[in-house]
Structure formats: structure tokens, C-alpha cells
């Protein structure tokens, strides 16, 4: 892996350990040699992993909207800033140029990055990991709820176990660097079986 994309808060969080666990995550990026390509920001947890890769001569690439630039105060000492558009812009950018997807704690907004990439590879429009780096169990009730989307009939075995999931930084990299994704999603109604 060359590059991992990383979704994450904008805000630290009420918990120390969610910026600690950036700061490692950032740490052992650099020392993996695995480029980050994140939002762009320089504030919250975002900006926490991004100064921990550079602090250890890490690669680091921003992607921000042209709207949030000065919203989300865009990190000045990145490797490289891309400024797009739209939020859609932003994902597609991010999506083209990472190897996987990993999602630290953050609210709706990193849930909705996740999300939409996450179902991107169901429909095998990329065939990259993607995964939680569930710190402090933040995932816990969103881990529930995609087996309860299982067993409702919503979403199939093979897809959930896409959605790697582990509370440490090394398990969940092995977990990324062994990953084979299932085959291509097909919609066959019951009359076709």
C-alpha cells in the first residue's frame, strides 16, 4: 500500500485518545512509508494525523473543497494541497489516488466520506479496503448495525465482512495489506433463481 486515505474528524473529539490515536496512526504511516491523503484541514483530529506524518518525513496530501478552505482552515505544510470543488470532487480525488480507506472517529460528515467510498467497493467500482479504526469502541454501535443489516436481509455476509475493523493501528494495516474483495455485486430478483 502507497497511499492510505484516512476520514476523520474536523473536532478532537471529548476523549484525549482519539488525537493520541492519530498521532500513532500518523507515526507508523511515516514509519511505513504509506502516504496519507486526507481532507486538507489543519484543525481537529485531521489535522492531528497530518502533523504526525510530517513531523516524521511523511508524505502528506490534502484534498479540500474551494468552499471549506478557509472554513476548515486548510493545513499549510502539506506536501501537497489539491483544492476541488464540491464534496464530490473531494471523494472521487481521494478515491483515485488512495490504495484503501480507513475511518478514524468523527461525525457525520466522516460517515457520509466512508459511506459513499464503502459503497463504491460493493458495487465494484474500486476493489481497495476499507475499514474502522475503532478506538475506544467509538464503532461499536455502527459495527452493530451493520449485522443487523445482515440479518434483516439488507446487506449480504460477503459485503459485511468488507468492513475491516480492528482497535489496533497494526491489525488493522494487516488486515488492509491481506484484503481480496469479493466479487462484483449482482441484483438477481428471486424469479431469476
Known amino acids: 500500500m502507497r497511499k492510505l486515505a484516512v476520514f476523520c474528524g474536523s473536532s478532537e473529539g471529548s476523549n484525549i485518545m482519539y488525537k493520541q490515536v492519530a498521532n500513532r496512526l500518523g507515526e507508523e504511516l511515516a ?4 502516504g496519507l491523503v486526507y481532507g486538507g484541514a489543519s484543525v481537529g483530529i485531521m489535522g492531528a494525523v497530518a502533523d504526525a506524518v510530517l513531523k516524521n518525513g511523511g508524505h502528506v496530501t490534502g484534498v ?8 476548515e482552515i486548510s493545513h499549510k505544510g502539506l506536501t501537497e494541497l489539491i483544492v476541488v470543488e464540491s464534496m464530490h470532487e473531494r471523494k472521487a480525488k481521494m ?3 488512495a490504495d484503501g480507506f480507513l475511518m478514524l472517529p468523527g461525525g457525520p460528515g466522516t460517515l457520509e466520506e466512508f459511506f459513499e467510498i464503502f ?12 475499514g474502522f479504526l475503532n478506538v475506544n469502541q467509538y ?11 445482515v440479518k434483516e436481509g439488507f446487506l449480504q455476509e460477503k ?3 468488507m468492513a475491516l475493523s480492528a ?5 488493522l494495516l494487516q488486515m ?3 484484503y481480496e474483495p469479493p466479487a462484483i455485486k449482482t441484483y438477481i430478483t428471486r424469479q431469476q433463481t
Open 64 to 71: 479540500m473543497p474551494r468552499f471549506l478552505e478557509g472554513r
Open 159 to 161: 459485503y459485511r465482512r
Open 139 to 149: 464503532f461499536n454501535p455502527l459495527l452493530a448495525l451493520f449485522d443487523h443489516m
Open 31 to 34: 514509519r511505513l512509508k504509506i
Open 95 to 97: 478515491a483515485e489516488l
Open 176 to 178: 488492509f495489506h491481506s
Open 119 to 130: 459503497t463504491w467497493a460493493q458495487l465494484g467500482l474500486h476493489q481497495k479496503p476499507c
Open 167 to 171: 482497535e489496533d493501528i497494526s491489525d
